[in-house]
């Protein structure tokens, strides 16, 4: 458990947050990103995807020309989490696994090749419709790569299908990286 207390105005404001973290240091150049995968209730399992991903909130700290990211796991599960660590390059993604169990973090020794599309496009569009879970988790994740912020989708509720979806708008001429959890067999 995490608590700080800052003062704002003479008043003291009391945060706490329970959980786990770690930190990763990136070099120069390099931005990091984290997501969280969840394995779907087995109740919400019947209209909605197996696995989502929830990104994981940091906070950066500079030391000389790299950054350490400290990343917030709010809710740990009782077992272990796996994690998906991308690190955004010029040109390129860095994918890596991790398990986190217990206080202890395991990362791949070596890149996990994993299936994953770059998304570019000559003239504005909306990519692919998904569906949510019902506490609103998706199963895709696009992000910008130059940024490294996810594109936020715009969410609705389906009348046809009594369910809520979502879709992304992409700007023209810029490249998007979007990744999805799927079974092994899919």
């Known amino acids: 458990m995490y608590i ?7 008043v003291e404001i009391m945060y706490s947050w329970e959980g786990k973290h770690f930190s990763i240091m990136d070099p120069d150049n390099v931005s990091t990103v984290v997501y969280q995968i969840n394995e ?7 209209n ?17 020309d790299k950054k350490k990211k400290t990343f917030y796991l709010d ?6 989490d796996e994690l998906v660590i991308l690190s955004f390059g010029k040109d390129r993604v860095v994918i890596n696994m991790a398990i986190l169990q217990d206080d202890k973090i395991t990362i791949s020794k070596k890149p996990t090749p994993l299936k994953f599309n770059t998304l570019y496009s000559d003239t504005d ?11 609103f988790k998706r199963q895709i994740s696009i992000i910008d790569p130059e940024t490294t912020e996810e594109v936020k ?29 799927k079974d092994k067999k899919d």
């Open 4 to 10: 700080e207390i800052v003062e704002v105005w003479g």
């Open 40 to 46: 779907t209730l087995k109740e919400d399992a019947k």
């Open 48 to 64: 909605s995807p197996k696995y989502t991903v929830t990104r994981l909130d940091f906070t950066e700290e500079m030391y000389g």
């Open 75 to 80: 809710d740990p599960s009782d077992d272990k």
């Open 125 to 135: 569009k909306e990519y692919k419709e998904f569906k949510y879970t019902p506490s």
């Open 153 to 181: 989708p715009t969410v609705y509720f389906d009348q046809d299908a009594n369910e809520v979806r979502g879709k992304c708008k992409l700007k023209a001429n810029k490249p998007y990286f979007a990744f999805e959890v």
